[in-house]
């Protein structure tokens, strides 16, 4: 099944003799993860959560999707990019990129993406108000696999960066590359103004003042069970997603019927 819905191991035999009726883009980042996780974390779990979808999405709704490759570069935080091999990727690079997958796309016919987010400084919403004007007909969707289900109800003191969720996750679906024995605590400090604390008001955080290894959040609780409990969660609610996502065929029915 992985090879109908999978662009890393499909075929072009594969691909051209069945209709798709959604694209799913995984989307990450190049970027320390404490000092426990790969530098490809991002992409590797958007990626997983994506395949992991769009074969649930197939075997429980018959909604057929083709996951893309994932994307390597992420928008990075001050702090983050004095990190050897750490990339960013700025909001121009990110939209060109974008932009041209949709325009490759939409030339082949096919008319929905979903992008599946793996790195929190990413933002998409910008780029595709812009899209859907330049491709009106073409309908982008986003989410961040890491929050979609709260990650309080599976873990126990869940974070922001290489923390118990991307941990446990890790080690539900790559355990051969976690090294939690050699993860730093993951401690980090907040903002001293109030309204900042609180998320009111906003700027980036300055990452080598808020973390010493590079992780928000204690990666020491992580099991594989926690990580596939909420990975199945995700993946579950992100394929009855494709098989309404997939129902659609014009913007009307995205809305309820007005009252």
Known sequence: ????????????????????????????????HNLHLP????CILSHAIAVDSAALALKKYNARCMVLPPVTLGSQNPGQRELP??????????????TDIVSSLHHQGFRKLFIVNGHGGNSFK??????????????ITTSNWFNHI??????????????????????????????????????????AI?????????????????SHDTGI?????????KGEKFAKAVCE???????????????????EAWP
């Open 1 to 32: 099944m992985m090879r109908e819905t999978d662009l890393t191991v499909s075929t072009y035999g594969i691909a051209r003799e069945l209709n798709y009726e959604v694209v799913l883009l995984p989307w990450g980042a190049t970027e320390p």
């Open 39 to 42: 530098y490809m974390t991002d």
């Open 85 to 98: 091999f750490c990339i960013h990727g700025r909001y121009e690079t990110q939209k060109a990129i974008l």
């Open 126 to 139: 910008n780029m595709i108000r812009d899209l859907s004007v330049d491709y009106p007909d073409f309908f």
């Open 150 to 191: 709260n990650p309080k109800d599976y873990f126990t003191s869940p974070g922001d960066h290489a923390d118990e969720v991307e941990t446990s996750v890790m080690m539900h679906y790559h355990p051969e590359l976690v090294r939690l024995e050699e993860a730093g605590s993951g401690d980090s400090r907040g903002y």
């Open 194 to 210: 109030k309204t900042m604390k609180s998320g009111k008001v906003w700027m980036p955080r300055q990452w080598d003042m808020v």
């Open 217 to 225: 959040g204690d990666p020491h609780m992580s099991t594989p069970e």
């Open 237 to 255: 609610s992100y394929a009855e997603f494709l098989h309404d996502f997939a129902k659609i065929t014009q913007t009307e029915d995205f809305y």
